[in-house]
């Protein structure tokens, strides 16, 4: 099947023309005056307003706020081995992080959660205070 082979399920409706005299009257049934009386009547779209009002309203603004992702040491100590680097690219290579709308995140949150006895170089992490000590005891490397 081809475009020019498809062909409309119903029958076209003709429109119906109004205030063309009759037995409607000079108004045709429309009312008196008003917008929706005139010929060609396009109604004004409320939405638009609205948006247009939008921006002046207190606290708006159009960053998009990125969520931390979060991860555990004990989560760390689990799927990875000794002295491999830990990037957000390599926790989703390893299935602790998701990919949110589409991309890896880029802020990963480490928390001192379990322990942690490996040496592991870090790169592109935010970490807790506790999770930055327990990870310096073991004699990683934060870069």
Do not use: W
Not at 23 to 39: C, E, F, H, P
Not at 90 to 117: D, H, Y
């Amino acid at each position: 099947m081809q475009l020019h082979q498809l062909k409309p399920v119903h029958k076209t409706k003709e429109k119906k023309r109004v205030g063309r005299g009759g037995k409607r009257g000079t108004y045709s049934g429309r009312g008196v005056k008003g917008q929706k009386s005139r010929a060609g009547r396009k109604l004004k779209p409320i939405i638009r307003e609205i948006l247009k009002k939008y921006p002046k309203l207190r606290g708006y603004s159009f960053k998009s706020k990125q969520e931390k992702v979060i991860v555990n040491l004990k989560d760390l100590e689990r799927k990875f081995k000794e002295g491999e680097k830990v990037t957000p690219e390599t926790l989703f290579e390893r299935g602790l992080i998701e990919k949110i709308s589409g991309k890896i995140p880029k802020i990963v949150k480490i928390l001192a959660q379990g322990e942690l006895k490996k040496k592991l170089i870090f790169e592109r992490c935010q970490f807790s205070k506790k999770a930055k000590e327990m990870i310096q005891k073991t004699g990683s490397k934060i870069l």
